[in-house]
């Protein structure tokens, strides 16, 4: 096959999956991080490096896991660059004697908000398992952890969302919270 058509090929390929899975994986990468604005930027990201190891990822056992792993890694990456960058924002104002005042706290805390309270690895396993329905085994897959890794993070994840969540909070509504398009209930 010439080498201009194997690139074809590749291209029509790589166009499918992306009209495939954007969507989804721009959910995933908000859910992760909390972000409407950076989620789509961070899927885009996500789909352009798979584009430069579309041989190694079209060979994967499973593109589409693949792809959550690699936007779980980015997004992860985001988080710890956004936290250093709120440090440093802190440090900067706290040197000037500025007091703060403390925001006002919400009287009713909403899902995505007790999500993003949570551990990064709680809040992966916690939105694969219930906004993606994967299995145990995918999601260890997809955040390259163990089956019982995942289990203890989910229920973990899940009972601490609760808590957050308070009284009203079962495990059916925020499952349904979570499934919901954007992400709300």
């Known amino acids: 096959m010439p080498p201009q058509t194997a690139a074809g090929d590749a291209a029509t390929e790589f166009h499918a999956f992306f009209e495939r899975h954007y969507a989804e994986l721009s959910r995933l990468a908000h859910l992760l991080t909390g972000e409407y604005d950076g989620a789509d930027d961070l899927a885009a990201d996500a789909l352009l490096a798979l584009w430069h190891r579309w041989d190694r990822v079209r060979a994967a056992e499973h593109p589409a896991a693949y792809a959550r792993g690699v936007v779980a890694n980015m997004a992860r990456s985001h988080i710890r660059s956004t936290v250093r960058e709120r440090r440093r924002i802190t440090l900067f104002w706290s040197n000037r004697g500025d007091e703060t005042l403390d925001p006002d706290v919400p009287a009713v805390i909403d899902v995505q908000e007790a999500l993003r309270g949570l551990p990064f690895r709680k809040r992966a396993c916690v939105v694969l398992r219930h906004a993606f329905d994967l299995s145990e085994k995918d999601t260890a897959n ?21 808590r957050r969540l308070g009284p009203h909070a079962t495990p059916a509504r925020m499952h349904a919270a979570v499934q919901a398009p954007g992400g709300t209930a």
């Open 142 to 162: 997809a955040l390259g952890i163990s089956v019982g890794t995942v289990k203890s993070q989910t229920s973990k994840g899940m009972a601490e969302l609760q």
